[in-house]
């Protein structure tokens, strides 16, 4: 009998969830443009702002502060342009690219060895300049670390600076809400948390959550209160909301401990665990395995039946240096990791059977003896 494909690329695309097919499901049958006036138009707009109560209510945004978009980089783009029109931006190194090319201006901030952003470093350009829009991410998708959100957002408020959040990897893995990270805007895409492709949602707090108060970066028909146009991916956005709900309603602590397992196997077969140091998401880990290219993991995973992916892949389908592990110091040793993101419906065999084939695969490499692996 061949055994099943695993998947355990949640972070590039997760497992759609049930109650998310469901809501896309309920979302096709309606024929009607949330922005048409007939009965259809009203049915489409109510499962809209349905959609939009559950997002804004469940991170701590008003209903005004809901804007649609089409996916996280979309989402990001605009909030950088609502958000730092005024204002110089200043990037953390470990971004994605979503944010790190939104501002080709942007000042880049370094991070610790550890992949959290380095809070002198940050004080110090908040320090030296007019005021600023700072960009980081909540939990980086390569590492899963998580910056100290409420310490930058402290200094943010010290500064006079704003402060957006990339959200992405985050929004559904663990608690996050704008008011509690005091933070004035954040990204979300809904096929990070088990929603269909194709959605996401700037979130803005204070006076940017107020219609009016910045232009569309995407203009048109003037759809989400004039400030993204483009007609609403319904289905989409409905996923989205019932994705989030229920990624929310998750205990993801079963998912750690596989996400530890899988660690101790793999530092056993002579892997660095990437940012261990630092608090983490718990699906996520990058397994770095010192001199063996990412492809070479990549492609004898995949031949054992595994889909992980590299620190980064481009859209050409190439594996390419990580930027991220490079900003931590790991110099040649960036382009020798992967990535492991457990989906939501992970399973410990999901895990014992990743930990047996990354031992097997780093003894076929001569790096540890087989057999020497398994979760521990
Ligand atoms: N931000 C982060 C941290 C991501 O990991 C990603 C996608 O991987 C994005 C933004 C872009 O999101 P989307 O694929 O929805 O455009």
């Given at each position: 009998m061949t055994e099943s494909r695993l998947y355990c690329d949640a972070n590039a695309s997760d497992v759609l969830r049930p109650e998310a097919r469901g809501a896309a499901l309920e979302a096709l049958a309606c024929v009607g443009n949330p922005s048409s006036v007939h009965a259809e138009g009203r049915l489409a707009?109510?499962?809209?702002?349905?959609?939009?109560?559950?997002?804004?209510?469940?991170?701590?945004?008003?209903?005004?502060?809901?804007?649609?978009?089409?996916?996280?980089?979309?989402?990001?783009?605009?909030?950088?342009?609502?958000?730092?029109?005024?204002?110089?931006?200043?990037?953390?190194?470990?971004?994605?690219?979503?944010?790190?090319?939104?501002?080709?201006?942007?000042?880049?901030v370094p991070v610790l060895c550890d992949g959290t952003l380095d809070l002198d470093a940050l004080e110090q350009a908040l320090s030296n300049g007019p005021p600023?829009?700072?960009?980081?991410?909540?939990?980086?998708?390569?590492?899963?670390?998580l910056h100290p959100l409420k310490a930058i957002s402290a200094l943010c408020r010290r500064h006079g600076a704003r402060l957006h959040v990339d959200a992405v990897q985050a929004a559904g893995r663990m608690p996050f809400d704008l008011a509690q990270v005091d933070c004035d805007s954040a990204a979300i895409s809904g096929h990070k948390m088990g929603g269909l492709?194709?959605?996401?949602?700037?979130?803005?707090?204070?006076?940017?959550?107020?219609?009016?108060?910045?232009?569309?970066?995407?203009?048109?028909?003037?759809?989400?209160?004039g400030r993204r146009g483009g007609t609403q991916a319904l289905p989409a956005i409905a996923s989205m909301a019932a994705a989030l709900a229920a990624a929310r309603a998750q205990d993801?602590?079963?998912?750690?401990?596989?996400?530890?397992?899988?660690?101790?196997?793999?530092?056993?077969?002579?892997?660095?665990?990437?940012?261990s140091g630092a608090p983490r998401l718990a699906n996520t880990t990058s397994l770095v395995l010192p001199g063996v290219a990412a492809q070479v993991q990549l492609m004898m995973l995949d031949l054992a039946g595994i889909a992980v992916s590299a620190g980064s892949a481009c859209s050409s389908g190439k594996v390419s240096t990580s930027h991220v592990?490079?900003?931590?110091?790991?110099?040649?040793?960036?382009?020798?990791?992967?990535?492991?993101?457990?989906?939501?419906?992970?399973?410990?065999?999901?895990?014992?059977?990743?930990?047996?084939?990354?031992?097997?695969?780093?003894?076929?490499?001569?790096?540890s003896p087989a057999g020497h692996s398994?979760?521990?």
């Open positions: 707009r109510r499962q809209l702002e349905g959609a939009r109560e559950i997002v804004a209510s469940l991170l701590g945004v008003t209903t005004e502060g809901c804007v649609f978009t089409g996916g996280g980089t979309e989402a990001n783009a605009l909030a950088i342009h609502a958000l730092g029109q005024d204002r110089r931006v200043l990037v953390g190194t470990t971004e994605h690219d979503a944010v790190r090319l939104a501002r080709q201006d942007a000042t880049p600023a829009l700072v960009c980081v991410m909540a939990a980086n998708n390569e590492t899963g670390v492709k194709g959605a996401g949602a700037a979130l803005f707090r204070g006076p940017f959550a107020v219609p009016g108060t910045f232009a569309a970066h995407v203009t048109g028909g003037g759809q989400e209160r993801w602590s079963s998912i750690g401990q596989m996400r530890d397992g899988i660690d101790d196997a793999a530092r056993k077969a002579g892997a660095v665990v990437a940012g592990l490079e900003a931590m110091g790991f110099g040649a040793a960036a382009g020798q990791a992967i990535r492991v993101s457990l989906p939501w419906n992970a399973k410990p065999e999901t895990a014992s059977r990743l930990a047996e084939a990354y031992g097997a695969m780093a003894a076929r490499l001569g790096k398994g979760v521990s």
